[in-house]
């Protein structure tokens, strides 16, 4: 306790006082949305770049530990403090806005604690937007963080393939600041050091700007729910449309019927659009574009050429296909976490693999599961697109199972399933949400130790102290 009131007192030396939380306000900032519950020395919101900078300097001066934090939407506990109630807790959602865009160069500036939807709502005026789709509104630093992908990075690819330059604070002796804004697409006059903050969980430097790239407003979507005759068939459905539809197709979504179930049965403003039970899986299509229709003319009936030959007598690969308005089957699609979230206590799993394996090893995870946790039902849905799959599981009811015999059963089922997903499939434990306290030690499990190594070497040239973040890369 003596040394959160010091380090309070020592900030409040130079500090805005607006620029610090008052203690009894620092609950929402210490507790994770999904993971992390820990205790700050303080929490502090800079409210200018130059006072970040007086932050960080003086973190190094009195080796005092911190870790940044965007919207506090992260889903693995990596913005939020430990227990230990000595680290400083830097929140940048007062570093915020637009402070550039560029419609001819389709980019656009912003300070690391906007949030997305503040991007697109500016990139909107010049008919462009920042295209990765989130459920979520987070700040561009923590996207950045997080290299965050989302519904469309079939499309438009994650936000590593929409950065062309950083502005970052180091945790040095005076915070120097390192920045390359001018977003050049070519450059290949030395290290392009940008990457080593993208999807590193904010653990080697704060991002405190970034230039973004825009691309063209879709001016014209449709969606189709598309049934699969069987699982196998989905990568194959996956590689006709690519094929058929170039840039027009925007996305590729899973849905499992549980998932799907969970949906309906928890946002009573949807409304089923199959005409029958459920079906075991469907496939999200959104095909878009920004095309006059003297060009594209018709996109519903370019998606119904592109599947024709899939309804193949000799070999249909598609049961059934619903056409209907993008933002019907869309609001399905982003009702599930909710639905899934109150069906009751979720053991959340964002895994990836190769996207043809994607049908096996739903397949294999699917059957492990109801041999070995009979408990547990399967809600999974995600992105057939890129290979991700949101596999969560639901214990629907908990209570009957006193709760120092549920943490055996949950880190039994993690270790089963990340070792499917690892070692047998070639796959990640960590599509997109990054690594955080909450499955840091599955980063130490499969990571390959020269990559340990590689990481730990860089963490110790941009953080010699190791101050910033509570994780270990």
Not at 21 to 29: L, M, N, T
Request: with cysteine; charged share 25%; net charge negative.
């Amino acid at each position: 306790m003596a040394q959160r009131r010091s380090v309070r007192a020592d900030l409040a030396a130079f500090l805005d006082p607006r620029s610090i939380v008052p203690a009894e306000d620092a609950a929402p900032y210490e507790r994770g949305y999904r993971y992390g519950a820990g205790r700050a020395a303080c929490v502090v919101r800079p409210g200018a770049i130059d006072e970040l900078r007086a932050v960080v300097d003086y973190c190094v001066r009195n080796d005092v530990r911190f870790v940044v934090q965007g919207a506090n939407t992260g889903l693995v506990g990596a913005s939020n403090p430990d227990d230990r109630g000595d680290q400083l807790l830097v929140n940048l959602d007062r570093l915020a806005g637009v402070e550039d865009i560029d419609p001819l160069d389709r980019s656009a500036v912003v300070l690391a604690g906007t949030r997305l939807s503040k991007v697109n709502e500016a990139a909107r005026v010049h008919g462009l937007c920042f295209p990765i789709d989130l459920g979520a509104d987070p700040t561009i630093g923590g996207m950045i963080a997080t290299n965050t992908g989302g519904s469309r990075m079939l499309r438009f690819g994650d936000v590593r393939d929409n950065l062309l330059g950083l502005e970052v604070v180091l945790a040095d002796t005076g915070a120097s600041a390192i920045s390359n804004l001018s977003g050049l697409r070519k450059d290949n006059s030395g290290l392009d050091w940008k990457h080593l903050f993208v999807g590193t969980g904010g653990t080697f430097g704060v991002v405190t700007r970034a230039r973004v790239k825009l691309h063209t407003l879709p001016t014209r979507t449709t969606s189709a729910l598309i049934v699969p005759q069987t699982q196998e068939d989905i990568p194959q459905i996956v590689f006709l449309l690519e094929a058929g539809l170039g840039d027009l197709l925007h996305a590729c979504e899973g849905m499992s019927r549980n998932a799907m179930r969970a949906a309906f049965r928890h946002n009573s403003s949807l409304r089923s659009p199959f005409a029958d039970d459920i079906p075991p899986y469907a496939l999200l299509v959104e095909v878009g574009t920004s095309l006059p229709e003297g060009i594209v003319a018709d996109l519903d009936a370019a998606l119904a050429d592109v599947l024709a030959p899939a309804f193949s007598d000799t070999a249909p690969l598609i049961k059934d296909v619903l056409v209907g308005r993008s933002e019907d089957f869309w609001a399905i699609r982003h009702s599930i976490s909710d639905g899934v979230a109150r069906s009751g206590l979720v053991i959340a799993f964002d895994i990836s693999v190769k996207r043809p394996e994607l049908p096996a090893f739903r397949a294999a995870a699917t059957r492990m599961i109801a041999r070995d946790f009979p408990m547990l039902d399967v809600y999974d849905f995600g992105h057939c697109g890129d290979g991700g799959d949101h596999f969560n599981l639901v214990w629907s009811d908990p209570e009957r199972t006193p709760e120092a015999e549920r943490r055996p059963v949950i880190d039994a089922v993690r270790r089963q399933l990340y070792d499917l997903v690892v070692r047998d499939f070639g796959g990640t434990f960590s599509a997109e949400h990054g690594v955080g306290p909450s499955n840091q030690e599955f980063y130490d499990r499969y990571t390959p130790e020269a990559q340990r190594m590689l990481s730990s070497l860089l963490k110790e040239g941009l953080d010699a102290h190791g101050l910033i973040g509570n994780i270990r890369l």
